[in-house]
């Protein structure tokens, strides 16, 4: 089963290599485990993390993809949906069963179809739209709704942090 | 909980405990052969012997017989006849050999093994405390042991049963790992591991036939206590060589024999896939719950032999017992459920037909392999038997349109009416393939009020939800509204397009899905060449870093990675089948993509 799982991961970074999706690299960490990879993430144009790259670890359990793998930020980021210790909270990397936040209906959250690529995506479409109905961080979301230049500020500071500038 | 105390202790080395047992044992020798030079020395020890202890009996002269009987030249037979009587030297003799029995550990771990990884170290601690405690409460809490004999002697068998447990432990992990993780060809380390796996097979069954033949000696209580672990230890190695050596190999041959049957017909295909899953499934089960059994009664009788319900000895054991019972019931449960699903499938979701699979030339989406044998969901949808029945296990609805599938099985089974729902559903979903099913509610009232006179109006209560679901085609003016909406996205293309594609899938959502991934063929060679053009002249501006952000995202895909391979390097697109050579691409595109972000970033900067 967990065979399965390696050739599917196999599959996805072949896929994410011929055919990458703009501003985003990912693969596993040590071709010794599958199970881990580093993606990263381009800030998307137009939004406050316009530019920044944002290194996040992806750790995908052994029946991958009946469950879906764990994200989490290893830079700095302030953002709604981002816990403050980096982990990514949205709705696809839930697994179907659980509903932490009891807001979700069970289309939204993951199934199989789902994959690597569509996941670094909608952190993307975070990153330009952040959910701030379900605040990770609390802070942020608030931020986001009544200070937004601050929000700007601080994003810009990580987005600079992010390039090593 | 002992593992903390255990990891503050200052274990020593096992170089350094080797040192000194080895000084020890030579120092033996060397006193043993001191003091054999004396020439009553035997005397001496046979009468201090009897006048001490009466309790060292049959077994001593055992020993003694059995020295006799080696042939060895009289120093040497003196000395160890010495080294078996005098008490000390016993236990330092023990010492030294558990100290060979390590360093041998230690050996054939190297050889197999090579470095053990952090996670196989923890374990391999975890379980040897486990094993000591329970050893420790089986010797002294459960048989109460008196004479150093016994001790010695439970001790010898305990260890060797450990060492074999220690290593088939290590080749279940190593074989996992290899299985899931490591992606090297690792024919040589798998054949090691499984002569390591028969060899320890082949001590269990010796012990167990030592066991059978000295059974009468043993009494029958410590005759089952000792069996049952060499009997353990032997269901095991089978079953870790089925499960990991044998099930991968024979998934090969499988699918290497499905493409070859795939030309015959589909009733083959159909037997194959069901063998697939069923035959290796119940041999992993039916050991599975064998071994755990086995360690039950293994353990119910420890407790009923310790004959003392209220002490920590027997507490320990009833805690394990608890611990083993509910991990029989849940196997079972699983089990049941298993077979559920599959009973379900096999009834609900016919396999798809030779032309559906040729119509549909997508991968399974669960596993992104190809699908010579295919299961059909009501909603069109086709998987793999095997992945789909994975995923039924957690979840009732379709992976790929979430459709919510009626999984409620008792209810089918109970009434007419809820049956008479469920192929409703059916048939509408054939109707309407990708409909966006989120909202749709099934109410299964039956299975709640069996018997209730309420079921009569149920069965209306479901065409309603029928009449919704199925929909008849929707009418032009909404098509064109939906159309219109897909277009502000896509704007290239053709309203017409759009209105066909939309009656087929009802959705605006499923219609754009479809364009991005290519599923829409539209020619559109003026804009196609335009765009390309651009690229080709913002490509030529700034050399190095991709463009790809520069140009609208209402392209198709095909374009995107056509111009992303005009201003990257080719070779860096290219899928290497070397791992190395994969590790230094993914490492210069992250190189690259950073690098790329910090001048855009920089010319940025400079603009404002």
């Not at chain 2, 486990?130 to 002697?153: A, H, P, R, S």
């Not at chain 2, 699983?334 to 997508?362: C, F, G, T, V």
């Not at chain 2, 007419?416 to 059916?426: L, N």
Request: with cysteine; aromatic share 10%; glycine share 4%.
């Amino acid at each position: 089963m967990a065979g399965a799982a390696l050739r599917r991961l196999m599959a996805e970074y072949k896929q994410l290599v011929t055919n990458p999706p703009e501003g985003i690299v990912a693969g596993p960490i040590s071709e010794e485990n599958f199970f881990e990879w580093e993606a990263l993430i381009t800030g998307p144009e137009g939004t406050c993390f316009e530019g920044g790259i944002f290194p996040a670890k992806l750790i995908f359990p052994f029946d991958y993809p009946l469950s879906p793998p764990k994200m989490q930020f290893t830079c700095d980021m302030f953002h709604p949906n981002v816990y403050p210790d980096g982990r990514v909270c949205i709705s696809i990397l839930h697994a179907p069963g659980d509903d932490p936040m009891g807001y979700e209906t069970s289309a939204e959250r993951w199934s199989p179809v789902q994959s690597v690529e569509k996941i670094l995506l909608s952190v993307v479409s975070i990153l330009a739209e952040p959910n701030d109905e379900s605040g990770a961080n609390v802070d942020a979301a608030k931020m986001w709704r009544e200070n937004r230049e601050e929000f700007n500020r601080i994003s810009e500071k990580i987005v600079r942090k992010s390039l090593g500038l | 909980m002992p593992l903390g105390i255990l990891n503050r202790l200052p274990i020593p080395t096992l170089t350094t405990y080797s040192v000194i047992s080895a000084a020890l044992f030579v120092s033996l020798i060397y006193n043993a052969k001191h003091a054999v030079e004396n020439p009553d020395w035997k005397s001496e020890f046979l009468t201090s012997d009897k006048n001490s202890s009466d309790i060292i009996g049959d077994e001593e002269e055992e020993h003694l017989i059995d020295l006799e009987t080696i042939n060895l030249p009289e120093s040497i037979r003196d000395i160890l006849f010495y080294m078996i009587q005098d008490n000390f030297s016993r236990w330092v003799f023990v010492n030294a050999v558990t100290c060979a029995i390590l360093l041998l550990g230690r050996m054939i771990q190297i050889i197999v093994f090579g470095d053990l990884r952090t996670i196989e170290i923890h374990i391999f601690r975890e379980k040897l405390c486990n094993y000591f405690l329970y050893k420790c409460i089986f010797m002294f809490g459960v048989i109460k042991v008196q004479t150093t004999e016994d001790v010695i002697f439970l001790l010898g068998w305990f260890g060797i049963l450990g060492f074999l447990q220690i290593f088939v432990q290590f080749s279940k992990d190593r074989l996992e790992y290899m299985a899931t993780v490591s992606s090297r060809d690792t024919f040589w380390d798998r054949c090691k591991i499984v002569t390591l796996l028969l060899c320890i097979l082949s001590i269990a069954s010796y012990m167990i036939y030592f066991c059978l033949t000295n059974g009468d000696n043993l009494g029958y209580n410590i005759f089952a206590f000792m069996i049952a672990e060499c009997l353990s230890i032997t269901l095991r190695v089978p079953h870790i060589v089925i499960k990991y050596v044998i099930d991968p190999f024979e998934a090969k041959f499988i699918r290497n024999q499905n493409q070859r049957f795939r030309e015959r017909n589909v009733f083959a295909n159909f037997i194959i896939s069901k063998m697939e899953i069923s035959l290796t499934y119940y041999i992993s089960l039916g050991l599975d719950l064998a071994d755990l059994c086995l360690e039950l009664l293994h353990y119910l009788h420890m407790v009923l032999w310790s004959n003392a319900l209220f002490s920590v000895a027997s507490f320990a054991l009833c805690m394990h017992v608890r611990y083993l019972t509910t991990e029989i019931q849940r196997k079972i449960k699983k089990h049941r459920n298993y077979i559920w699903i599959l009973n379900h499938m096999e009834k609900e979701y016919p396999m798809a037909s030779e032309k559906e699979l040729n119509e549909n030339s997508d991968n399974c989406a669960i596993c992104w392999e190809k699908m010579e044998v295919a299961r059909k969901l009501p909603c069109r949808h086709l998987f793999h038997a095997t992945c789909l029945q994975l995923w039924l296990e957690q979840d009732t609805s379709c992976p790929t349109c979430r459709y919510v599938l009626n999984m409620n099985g008792s209810s089918i089974r109970r009434s007419t009416t809820s049956r008479q729902t469920t192929r409703g559903v059916i048939r509408i979903g054939r109707a309407a393939i990708p409909l966006n099913r989120q909202h749709f509610f099934h109410f299964d009232g039956t299975a709640f009020f069996p018997s209730s006179r309420y079921v009569s109006w149920l069965p209306s209560f479901s065409v309603q939800v029928m009449s919704t679901m199925g929909a008849p085609e929707l009418s032009d003016s909404q098509l064109e509204t939906m159309a219109r909406q897909v277009q502000q996205i896509f704007p290239h293309y053709p309203i017409n397009l759009l209105i066909d594609n939309l009656r087929q899938t009802r959705s605006v959502s499923v219609t754009s899905n479809n364009i991005l991934e290519g599923l829409l063929p539209f020619e559109e060679p003026n804009i196609i060449e335009e765009s390309s053009q651009m690229n080709r002249t913002i490509s030529d501006v700034t050399e190095a870093s991709t463009s790809t952000a520069a140009y609208s995202p209402t392209q198709e895909n095909e374009n995107i990675s056509e111009s992303y391979n005009s201003n990257v390097n080719i070779k860096e697109c290219e899928f290497s089948s070397i791992p190395a050579e994969r590790e230094i691409t993914l490492k210069n595109r992250k190189e690259q993509l950073f690098l790329n972000a910090k001048q855009k970033y920089l010319e940025r900067r400079l603009v404002n």
